[in-house]
């Protein structure tokens, strides 16, 4: 697991050394480190953490808005394991492992869950040891794919799931990192099409029709840095579509940390969240 810096503070070393020079580019930030520093992690570098800053300077509320997005997966999970009765998760964009990973709350309620965490990033892989205990009823497994490649996905994780059975399908903070251009409906579908009926979707992503000033600036300050990984901002009824056939269980699409919250929401985050069920 990752140890904590003090949140909005740089770190003054770099990230533990490995044994090996990274074998990936560095000088660009990455959706996956910028959000492990953002929980307060120190495997990033220095392109994710001056990402990360600037993105904070524009918005305050980036910080305290990803540990409400943490808050949304421990809560959808212990629905789906617990009152939907899911056995089987994919996990799809989990970045560097943190507390309340996926198959620590399935397995908590459910020890014969099984797990399959998919990133893109090498960084994740090379953390993989982390996510890869599992509860000896259960089991956890990692794919090194994009979100974009759901044939290589499915392919991959048919090796720990059994598709013939349900399988709730992770989309946390991922989808803005899809834009129009390469079909974002398409890629769920590409995903949701291979799970039977009876499984789920569970997705959180970002907004510009909450605090549309400061989202913007900080999501073109993350652009600047990230290269082709930039953010597409879509609106509710945008986000909406992303569940067509699909049936959203009870609050609905909502604002982030209102979702099954126990308490009123501590932040604004400019974000939905829902979760659905494939009928």
Same mark, same amino acid.
């Given at each position: 697991?990752?140890?904590? #810096?003090? #949140?909005?503070?740089?770190?003054?070393?770099?990230?533990?050394?490995?044994?090996?020079?990274?074998?990936?580019?560095?000088?660009?930030?990455?959706? #996956? /480190?910028?959000?492990?520093?953002?929980?307060?992690? %120190?495997?990033?570098?220095?392109?994710? %953490?001056?990402?990360?800053?600037?993105?904070?300077?524009?918005?305050?509320?980036?910080?305290?808005?990803? %540990?409400?997005?943490?808050?949304?997966?421990?809560?959808?999970?212990?629905?789906?394991?617990?009152?939907?009765?899911? /056995?089987?998760?994919?996990?799809?964009?989990?970045?560097?492992?943190?507390?309340?990973?996926?198959?620590?709350?399935?397995?908590?309620?459910?020890?014969?869950?099984?797990?399959?965490?998919?990133?893109?990033?090498?960084?994740?892989?090379?953390?993989?040891?982390?996510?890869?205990?599992?509860?000896?009823?259960? #089991?956890?497994?990692?794919?090194?794919?994009?979100?974009?490649?759901?044939?290589?996905?499915?392919?991959?994780?048919?090796?720990?799931?059994?598709?013939?059975?349900?399988?709730?399908?992770?989309?946390?903070?991922?989808?803005?990192?899809?834009?129009?251009?390469?079909?974002?409906?398409?890629?769920?579908?590409?995903?949701?099409?291979?799970?039977?009926?009876?499984?789920?979707?569970?997705?959180?992503?970002?907004? %510009?029709?909450?605090?549309?000033?400061?989202?913007?600036?900080?999501?073109?300050?993350?652009?600047?840095?990230?290269?082709?990984?930039?953010?597409?901002?879509?609106?509710?009824?945008?986000?909406?579509?992303?569940?067509?056939?699909?049936?959203?269980?009870?609050?609905?699409?909502?604002?982030?940390?209102?979702?099954?919250?126990?308490?009123?929401?501590?932040?604004?985050?400019?974000?939905?969240?829902?979760?659905?069920?494939?009928?």
């Amino acid at each position: 697991m990752t140890s904590q #810096a003090p #949140a909005g503070e740089p770190p003054s070393d770099p990230p533990p050394a490995r044994n090996e020079p990274p074998s990936f580019d560095i000088s660009r930030a990455h959706p #996956a /480190r910028i959000y492990d520093y953002w929980l307060g992690g %120190r495997d990033n570098y220095e392109a994710d %953490r001056v990402a990360a800053e600037l993105a904070i300077q524009a918005d305050p509320a980036i910080v305290p808005g990803v %540990r409400a997005n943490r808050a949304f997966l421990r809560r959808a999970v212990q629905y789906l394991a617990g009152e939907a009765g899911v /056995r089987q998760f994919l996990d799809i964009g989990t970045g560097l492992p943190t507390a309340d990973n996926t198959h620590e709350v399935a397995q908590a309620i459910a020890p014969e869950s099984r797990i399959v965490y998919v990133d893109n990033d090498p960084i994740v892989l090379a953390h993989a040891r982390a996510l890869l205990d599992s509860t000896p009823q259960g #089991a956890t497994a990692y794919i090194q794919a994009d979100v974009r490649d759901p044939a290589a996905i499915r392919r991959e994780a048919a090796r720990t799931l059994d598709f013939s059975q349900p399988v709730a399908v992770m989309l946390l903070m991922i989808m803005q990192y899809i834009p129009d251009a390469d079909g974002p409906r398409e890629v769920i579908s590409g995903v949701a099409g291979a799970v039977p009926a009876g499984s789920y979707l569970a997705l959180s992503t970002v907004t %510009r029709d909450i605090v549309a000033d400061r989202i913007t600036e900080g999501a073109a300050r993350l652009n600047k840095r990230m290269g082709a990984a930039s953010i597409s901002l879509r609106t509710r009824e945008e986000i909406a579509g992303f569940f067509d056939g699909l049936d959203l269980v009870e609050p609905g699409l909502v604002h982030l940390p209102e979702w099954r919250a126990m308490s009123a929401p501590g932040n604004w985050m400019p974000a939905y969240a829902g979760v659905a069920r494939k009928p």
